[in-house]
């Protein structure tokens, strides 16, 4: 099947709603359904969707588009591979690559495209072999672990627990059988190469946990030793072509429905401690992926939720981790508080020692992000509580909020208020507001002086198929701006799909003109005679103004009557089509 069908095909099985409410939290606003923007630091609802036209559009960063530019956005996919991955689900065979002379289907070996679906590939065959070992004869040891932990099947099920088993070679021989290529594995991290070539499996001995994402595809995995006298507790996979640690967090797949029902999520550091949070009925739990709080994993939360609770060890690390991550979340505008964990105390020990009628007293007893932070700050000189807390203002999003910040950060501190506020109204001034653009950038980089780029891209991005009425009049050979010219061939050789290739700025552009507030496109005879109107003045107007050059040029210089005549008659043939 062509890609032009696919795409309309996909369209047609799939609703962008279903699909966006993987990612945020949708509500139903009249025709529309609206939530917080995935991609920008949103604190009121500015993301649209609207279910009959299949697009989406925000209103606070512009960002727009269709289920493929969602699609691909969100999970960092150019067209390609959204287009793939979504003809799955929909169930639709996409058109294969030639066939060679061995009868394969060809792809280019350093293809980023094929890379990337061999690691998915990889993966999920890796998944099944894991829980295929956890629950053959050499899976013993750990499922006895396992039974030790209080996991039961449910939970092994719905995080896809598997198991590593010792031997050095187990999953190589089975990526091997399945045709895959070694040292495609070895870059996705399922293998490492010895200094003499040889592979070998990067899990083993250890208790595996796939990490998925929003698509329910397996992107990554981590793997915790189940004897603690093994050394390097966990390993986890490193950054590959499908798997950035600092943009996903884990078990939010399996935790999102409840984080929406509950309003609230208990963010923990480490795979076991979301598994036994959930063994124990707190399904509204997910973790870090072992890394610091990023900005990026703050953005995929706040997609589902304004609150989050903060369940980080009770140690110096744990400690640092929540001062860090609460100051990051109130900056952004969410809502945060952090539990204190007894001395020696986890979540896993806490919770089977003491059951969650008094994991509950923890959470309701809960410290106010802010107050944590202030408490925490109490503990250092003057000096640094007054840079920390100068430094966690320049970083607020929301100028709204600064003068609740100021007055509980001096009153808590025993500072004046105008010791914090000295040169923060010239800092917030001087940085540029999210999600502004300079007014070139808000046009789409088209600029007033050559509105006629304008005019022809507007129609050509709003009437594709009409391209060739367009050449008829000669539009494309009055482009002026390289970006127009570079847009007007994507369209030549795209048509209505040429959304999928375009870049940022240009996105914006065909946003204006096709995007949901854009007008209606059932007018695409009276746009064409207007524009034909307006190139014709443009012709006659330089057509004037060359005779009028060549007339000046030719009694100024050269004194010859006839050729001034033949500039007269010129202009007298202008003159009268443009009458009649």
């Not at 061999?118 to 899976?139: P, V």
């Not at 935790?255 to 009925?281: N, P």
């Amino acid at each position: 099947m062509k890609t032009g069908d696919s795409v309309h095909l996909i369209k047609e099985r799939l609703n962008i709603v279903d699909i966006v409410r993987r990612y945020v939290e949708l509500k139903h606003n009249g025709a529309r359904w609206v939530a917080l923007c995935p991609f920008h630091q949103d604190t009121k609802p500015s993301f649209s969707v609207n279910e009959e036209l299949g697009a989406f559009y925000c209103f606070g960063c512009q960002a727009s588009g269709d289920i493929f530019t969602f699609y691909s956005r969100i999970n960092g996919l150019d067209f390609k591979e959204a287009l793939e991955q979504l003809a799955i689900e929909a169930g639709i065979s996409l058109e294969r690559s030639p066939v060679n002379k061995r009868g394969q289907h060809s792809e280019k070996p350093n293809n980023p495209h094929s890379t990337r679906q061999q690691i998915l590939r990889m993966y999920q065959i890796a998944a099944a072999h894991f829980i295929a070992e956890l629950h053959g004869k050499n899976g013993a040891e750990c499922r006895a672990y396992i039974k030790q932990r209080g996991l039961n099947e449910d939970i092994q099920q719905l995080f896809s627990l598997g198991w590593a088993g010792r031997e050095w070679d187990s999953l190589a021989k089975t990526l091997r059988r399945a045709g895959f290529n070694e040292q495609i594995a070895v870059d996705a991290n399922l293998l490492n190469k010895s200094g003499k070539g040889t592979v070998y499996d990067r899990f083993r001995g250890r208790l595996v946990f796939p990490i998925k994402n929003l698509a329910d595809q397996v992107i990554a995995f981590g793997g915790r030793i189940i004897r603690e006298e093994e050394e390097a507790k966990y390993i986890n996979s490193s950054d590959t072509p499908v798997y950035k640690k600092g943009e996903h967090i884990f078990g939010l797949i399996q935790a999102r429905k409840s984080i929406v029902a509950k309003g609230t999520a208990l963010l923990a550091e480490g795979y076991m401690d979301v598994v036994t949070l959930y063994q124990f009925g707190y399904k509204n739990a997910i973790g870090v992926l072992g890394t610091a709080l990023t900005p990026e994993q703050v953005k995929r939360i706040s997609g589902f939720t304004s609150q989050i609770t903060l369940l980080f060890d009770g140690d110096s690390a744990g400690r640092k981790a929540s001062l860090r991550s609460s100051e990051m979340l109130l900056a952004r505008g969410l809502g945060c508080s952090v539990v204190t964990f007894p001395e020696g105390e986890d979540i896993d020990s806490f919770l089977r020692e003491n059951g969650p009628e008094e994991f509950d007293v923890l959470l309701n007893n809960s410290v106010d992000g802010l107050r944590y932070c202030i408490t925490a700050l109490k503990a250092n000189a003057p000096r640094e509580a007054v840079d920390w807390a100068r430094n966690f203002l320049r970083t607020v999003e929301i100028p709204e909020l600064l003068s609740h910040y100021v007055s509980k950060l001096a009153g808590h501190l025993q500072l004046s208020e105008n010791v914090l506020r000295d040169g923060l109204a010239d800092w917030h001034t001087n940085q540029p507001k999210h999600g502004a653009q300079p007014a070139s950038a808000q046009r789409g980089g088209l600029s007033r002086q050559n509105m006629r780029d304008e005019q022809i891209l507007m129609f050509a991005i709003r009437y594709p198929e009409r391209l060739d009425d367009l050449r008829a009049t000669g539009a494309d050979m009055l482009l002026q701006s390289t970006m127009a010219r570079n847009f007007w061939e994507k369209l030549v050789e795209w048509g209505d799909d040429a959304n999928y290739h375009l870049d940022e700025t240009e996105k914006k552009i065909w946003s204006l003109c096709r995007g949901p507030l854009a007008a209606p496109m059932d007018s695409g005879d009276k746009e064409l005679k207007f524009l034909r109107c307006q190139l014709d003045n443009h012709y006659d107007f330089a057509q004037k103004s060359s005779v009028f050059a060549a007339l000046s040029r030719n009694t100024s210089t050269t004194g010859d009557f006839d050729s001034v005549l033949d500039c007269l008659r010129a202009l007298q043939k202008t003159l009268e089509k443009k009458h009649e």
